[in-house]
């Protein structure tokens, strides 16, 4: 199943180490995904800490479970938009 997922961080002020390594853990944790299939898009939205990203998994489980394990969920706002087959899409058959 496809996921469209808009996730808005709001890091609070931290301690610059910690900050450091959190964003290293995130950025960890999303190209395992990325290498793995799963985490298939990731776009910064322009002029906002946020991004778009594509998510290619089981069901809506895996992909609660995937966003609940990012290092950076307690600072996001995230959207879930579920996605369906667009019958003028060209590659759909
Ligand atoms: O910077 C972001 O948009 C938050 C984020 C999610 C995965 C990642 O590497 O950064």
């Known amino acids: ?9 709001d890091l609070p002020d931290m301690d610059p180490n910690a900050r450091r390594d959190l964003l290293r853990e995130e950025r960890e944790y999303s190209q395992e995904l990325q290498r793995g299939g799963e985490w298939v898009h ?4 322009a002029g906002s800490y946020a991004n778009i990203s594509v998510f290619d ?4 489980d895996r992909l609660h479970e995937i966003l ?3 290092p950076l969920f307690p600072y996001m706002s995230i959207e879930v938009t579920p996605l369906a087959t667009h019958p003028s899409d060209i590659r759909a058959g």
């Open 42 to 45: 990731i776009w910064r939205v």
């Open 1 to 9: 199943m496809l996921f469209a997922v808009r996730m808005q961080v």
């Open 68 to 70: 609940w394990n990012l």
């Open 57 to 60: 998994v089981t069901d809506g």
